[in-house]
């Protein structure tokens, strides 16, 4: 098993920015891509941002475009997310996924069923 630690949300105002934290626990096989989804009150989990662990390759929202950006630390097993210009749209519980090497199913970073592992999650309040 793997386990995903979220850290870094918190309470802010529109406009300001955040850096969420996901560290991945030692685990025995190899990734293949990590990513951040959120879910808000009343409505279903929405994909953020993935990227490819072996590959520079990373993928966006429309919503979070040219705000948000995935990184990622391999020597630390952890993944980031850069929130800049935040609205209260994006008032949300963010969930970090890891997808592994040879996992079944079709790959495609955008679908939550395309990741075996989730954080408990990390809750970012934007409001003024």
């Known amino acids: 098993q793997v386990q995903l630690v979220e850290s870094g949300g918190g309470l802010v105002q529109p406009g300001a920015s955040l850096r969420l934290s996901c560290a991945a626990s030692?685990?025995?096989?190899?990734?293949?891509?990590m990513g951040w989804f959120r879910q808000a009150p009343g409505n279903e989990r929405e994909f953020v941002a993935a990227?490819?662990?072996?590959?520079?390759?990373?993928w966006n929202s429309d919503s979070v475009k040219g705000r948000f950006t995935i990184s990622k630390d391999k020597a630390r097993n952890t993944i980031y997310l850069q929130m800049n210009s935040l609205k209260p749209e994006d008032t949300a519980v963010y969930y970090c996924?890891?997808?592994?090497?040879?996992?079944?199913?079709?790959?495609?970073?955008?679908?939550?069923?395309?990741?075996?592992?989730w954080g408990q999650g990390i809750q970012v309040t934007v409001s003024s």
């Open positions: 030692e685990h025995p096989f190899s990734t293949f891509a």
């Open positions: 990227i490819s662990w072996p590959y520079p390759s990373t």
């Open positions: 996924t890891m997808r592994p090497t040879g996992a079944a199913g079709i790959w495609s970073p955008r679908s939550h069923y395309a990741y075996d592992y």
